[in-house]
């Protein structure tokens, strides 16, 4: 669901376009907040920009430490320090094993505090939108430091208000920064600067505290821990290393902005097709238990293709709302043709993930919710048709944060299904599907629902939360 922002091979920096203007705004003022950036002006809070296009992007090209062919950066380029942070991604996020550890404890983790905020409303209208930025910020926070958040805290609060101002206004199609990125020194953005600053330097310091204590058990499996040690071992083994021990808040703080709207809206989705549908959710709920009662000793992650309503309905909900619609541009490095049609080498390509959902000689009146669409005559999961949907990407560029995203959607969804059953508000028409005109990325307008507990929730729901853990 998220995408590496400081990766050079996804972005052009010889266009104007809007994407690499996002790229630029996020670097160049987390660079901008590093002490250690020789390339930033020390004046106040202003960023030293050179004259005129060329001059713009000869100062991206300094920070980022890319004008001399393998120049130590630990922000990632296209070369060696890029392949690096790759590394790092697959032994982590992108592990198997990884993923059925750390990511699945952090997230049972956190799921009672969810419940215990929902809990307190049940059976009054709810806007669920801040109650899941807080539970996504808590499951990120567990992976990438090792420990939760309170909800409560006034510093949380800050750091989620501050980042989702930042990514709100930094994806805003008609934001003066995306045509005229040198206006971030001006009057007009002095908040903006100051939002990703405070943002990033909490995700520093929390990075710093790690690295103190990272030998604690509670730390040691963290990203920031992980990667320190990563970077160790590199050394040890005698390879130079592109990378500093303590650069591991990059790769976390890109992994918070990328997924701060992006996975919770996901799940915003899926609880507003869900209220709309309520006859599914009892589908999911009997289909879930079936399987927990039956008594087997594998997860619930790894059983997810035994349960075909559940998985039919996060797919679907994936193929409408693709959290990005127009995915992640990419950047050719050697010319080459595809289908007929010459692709010259520099150019931008993006996968139009939102066309491929919704092709008419695929899918069938793709503008319905119809999760009958992935199961075949049997009843069972159409891998096939299933194979179709990739709100992620697909390749050796997809998403790194694919694993993350796709724990965090089934775990929550067949948890939160289990333990309540979720309705419009009595007498509410249902709010409009349509994606908000906001951004890039697909939100749904505010809405409210109401969340009733089930009355097999005493009973199965402990069970879920050993079967998801286990």
């Known amino acids: 669901m998220f995408t590496s922002i400081f990766s050079l091979n996804q972005w052009s920096l010889t266009t104007s ?38 001059g713009i992007r ?22 060696t320090a890029w392949d690096e942070s790759r590394g790092f991604v697959a032994k982590t996020l992108k592990n198997p094993d990884f993923g059925a550890t750390t990511i699945s404890r952090c997230i049972s983790d956190s799921l009672p505090i969810l419940y215990s905020k929902l809990d307190a409303l049940v059976e009054h209208p709810l806007d669920p939108k801040e109650i899941y930025q807080s539970f996504f910020i808590d499951v990120f926070h567990r992976i990438s430091f090792g420990v939760g958040i309170s909800y409560l805290d006034e510093d949380i609060k800050k750091f989620i208000d ?86 591991g808040w990059v790769i976390v703080y890109n992994m918070f902005f990328a997924a701060a709207d992006t996975i919770h809206e996901v799940l915003l989705w899926l609880t507003l097709f869900l209220a709309a549908h309520s006859h599914i959710q009892v589908k999911m709920r009997n289909e879930i238990e079936t399987i ?11 059983q997810r293709s035994h349960l075909p309503v559940v998985m039919s309905t996060i797919l679907e909900v994936l193929r409408m709302r693709p959290a990005a619609p127009m995915g992640v541009p990419h950047i050719v490095s050697e010319a080459g043709s595809i289908g007929g049609y010459s692709i010259p080498k520099g150019s931008q390509i993006f996968p139009n993930i939102w066309g491929m959902h919704n092709d008419l000689d695929i899918w069938e ?13 049997s009843g069972k999961l159409n891998e096939d048709k299933a194979k179709l949907v990739i709100p992620f990407s697909i390749g050796p560029r997809s998403c790194p944060g694919e694993q993350v995203a796709r724990r965090i959607i089934f775990q ?16 509410t028409h249902t709010p409009r599907m349509d994606n908000e005109k906001r951004s890039f990325t697909m939100n749904p307008e505010r ?24």
Not at 365 to 377: A, H, K, W, Y
Request: charged share 25%.
């Open 17 to 54: 376009s809007l994407l690499l203007s996002i790229f630029v705004l996020v670097v160049v003022l987390v660079i901008a907040n590093a002490n250690r950036r020789r390339s930033v002006a020390p004046a106040e809070d202003r960023i030293r920009w050179l004259p005129g296009p060329r």
């Open 58 to 79: 000869t100062t991206i090209k300094d920070l980022l430490g890319m004008r001399r062919k393998g120049s130590r950066s630990s922000i990632f380029n296209n070369g």
């Open 162 to 247: 501050d980042l989702d101002n930042v990514v709100c206004q930094t994806l805003n199609p008609s934001s003066l920064l995306l045509s005229r990125p040198s206006l971030i020194n001006s009057c007009l953005f002095r908040g903006y600067r100051s939002k990703l600053r405070n943002s990033s330097r909490y995700v520093k310091t929390q990075s710093e505290d790690v690295l103190e204590k990272r030998h604690a058990p509670e730390k040691s499996s963290s990203l920031i821990a992980l990667f320190a040690k990563y970077v160790e071992d590199i050394r040890l083994s005698g390879k130079p290393s592109y990378s500093e021990p303590e650069d």
């Open 292 to 302: 927990v009662n039956s008594g087997g000793t594998s997860s619930l992650y790894d």
């Open 365 to 377: 009146d793709p503008g319905v919710f119809n999760p009958n669409r992935f199961l075949d005559e």
């Open 412 to 427: 929550t969804v067949v948890s939160m299904v289990t333990r309540y059953r979720i309705s419009l508000p009595e007498g």
């Open 447 to 470: 809405f409210k629902v109401v969340f009733v507990k089930t009355h097999s929730n005493q009973i199965q729901v402990k069970d879920l939360e050993t079967s998801i853990a286990m």
